[in-house]
């Protein structure tokens, strides 16, 4: 490593530990917003770009929440064993790892666009794999094609979504991602109570069905057109993306003189990911798309059924719905925060929040285990892990939930973004994978004990952020690779 590259790696973490300095300089870009009003007439085609590709998301939710209102008519009309049904859940995760693996690569050679169109021809095929399936292999394969293109979803969505937002805005639009998520999976909870498994698998398609025409309506990423030297095509799509009445030279030559720093470099391998500059990006990156991974959501999630039958709900169908509805509520909510708090400080609140609530629930499920099942303080712990479970899914979605999606498409350097995205999409579908695997096995074994390792992870979180992770807010993505330079 050249003396050039360490002195720059040894300087990295200056700006972000400093964040006066962060701040002192989005001053400068605050009195460049101008007002309101303009500021949302020139936002209106970001906005609908944003609304098109966030149907992509809204397949993604509607694929993790399909498996939950339909696994009892499914085992019953295709005689499924509990084993088979478990295996047919966990596939959209196995699919999800093979397509974030490649999600990079399409993304970086096709553009964000055409990987989308990939995505959503094997999603549209799974779902009707599914609907049609007279055993179980056709299930198991509608599933993995389902996971394929939702892996390249969850890498493409976020970048796009980065690459084509004005820095005041990346933040909140950045959160549709996760909101879109968290719409498709009350969706599937809530059709679910109404219609069949079959049914529900052919309204699966309608998502795709529309994003692949409405990807025609919207404009590429700038950024990816600069970087594949389409300098006039690059130039107009800008300018699409932030009205015709607005200047883009100053937004214009600032991208070129980032692609023209990164085309500078050769090609990135593995090996080159040791430096800082790289490896501090990527650990950040993957760090928290696995630890919110690891603080146990899914596994929740699948255990929110006994814990509402617990605290005596009798329709846990109905009650997951709330659950998500909750989810839905918050995320919106957090969406407006986004540019306003910052993605760092959501960040500890979210992850504070969650640590103490799954502390609350551990506690409970403890003292409830030691109780008798006749007393009031049995009753009363039913009551008290209900109210931690729709605490964990709230603070969750204040941060947790959206947030590491959004850091990681901002700070993922031009250079290695095709390669370290795919690596992180991966750690999180695979901590996603392991999570779902071991639920079960861990809380048949003690409800308290998982708790309370799921409270550990989280506490590592809010530490991991505090120390790592860098605010973001308001500044441009090639303001953030200066940074690491």
């Not at 009309?77 to 596939?91: A, H, I, K, Q, Y």
């Not at 640590?355 to 285990?369: G, P, Q, R």
Request: hydrophobic share 50%; proline share 3%; glycine share 8%.
């Amino acid at each position: 490593m050249s003396s050039r590259d360490d002195s720059e790696d040894g300087n990295i973490r200056k700006p972000f530990l400093h964040t006066g300095s962060w701040y002192r300089m989005s001053s400068r870009q605050g009195s460049m917003m101008g007002s309101s009003a303009q500021i949302i007439r020139d936002s209106i085609s970001v906005v609908f770009c944003v609304l098109i590709v966030a149907l992509g998301p809204i397949q993604f939710g509607f694929t993790c929440g399909y498996s939950s209102p339909t696994q009892k008519d499914i085992v019953r009309d295709l005689n499924l064993t509990v084993s088979e049904f478990s295996v047919f859940g966990s596939l959209s995760n196995v699919g999800a790892m093979v397509g974030a693996i490649a999600s990079g690569q399409i993304a970086e050679y096709i553009g964000r666009k055409g990987s989308l169109i990939i995505a959503a021809i094997p999603n549209i095929i799974g779902w009707l794999s599914i609907s049609f399936a007279k055993d179980s292999s056709f299930l198991f394969m509608g599933r993995l094609l389902e996971g394929f293109g939702v892996g390249i979803i969850s890498y493409t969505v976020p970048v796009y979504i980065a690459e084509i937002s004005p820095q005041n805005m990346r933040g909140s639009l950045g959160s549709v991602n996760q909101l879109s998520v968290t719409i498709g999976i009350m969706l599937a909870y809530l059709l679910g109570l109404f219609v069949n498994w079959r049914v529900l698998a052919v309204l699966g398609i309608l998502p795709c069905t529309i994003l692949i025409p409405g990807l025609f309506f919207i404009p590429e990423s700038p950024r990816w057109l600069a970087k594949m030297g389409l300098t006039e095509d690059f130039e107009t799509s800008l300018q699409v993306l932030r009205g015709f009445d607005t200047d883009i030279s100053a937004e214009v030559n600032e991208i070129k003189r980032s692609v023209a720093s990164s085309s500078k470099r050769t090609t990135i391998r593995f090996a080159d990911l040791k430096r800082r500059r790289f490896w501090y990006p990527l650990m950040v990156g993957i760090g928290l798309l696995v630890l919110q991974q690891l603080s146990g959501i899914n596994g929740i999630f699948f255990y929110s059924s006994k814990i509402f039958a617990n605290a005596g709900i009798s329709s846990s169908d109905l009650a997951t719905f709330g659950l998500g509805a909750i989810q839905v509520l918050v995320t919106a909510a957090a969406t407006w925060l986004m540019d306003k708090a910052g993605r760092r400080l959501l960040l500890i609140v979210s992850t504070s929040g969650v640590t103490v609530s799954l502390s609350l629930v551990a506690v409970a499920f403890y003292l409830e285990s030691v109780a008798s099942k006749d007393s009031h303080l049995y009753g009363v712990m039913g009551i008290l892990s209900l109210i931690g479970l729709v605490a964990v899914v709230i603070f969750f979605s204040v941060g947790l939930g959206a947030i590491p999606w959004i850091i990681m498409s901002e700070i993922l350097p031009v250079d290695i973004k095709s390669l370290a995205g795919s690596i992180a999409t991966l750690a999180n579908w695979l901590s996603s994978w392991l999570v779902t695997m071991t639920a079960n096995l861990l809380l048949s074994w003690s409800s308290t004990g998982t708790f309370t390792i799921y409270t550990v992870v989280s506490a590592f979180t809010v530490a991991f952020v505090s120390v790592w992770v860098p605010e973001t807010k308001g500044r441009t993505l090639e303001e953030i690779q200066v940074a690491f330079r």
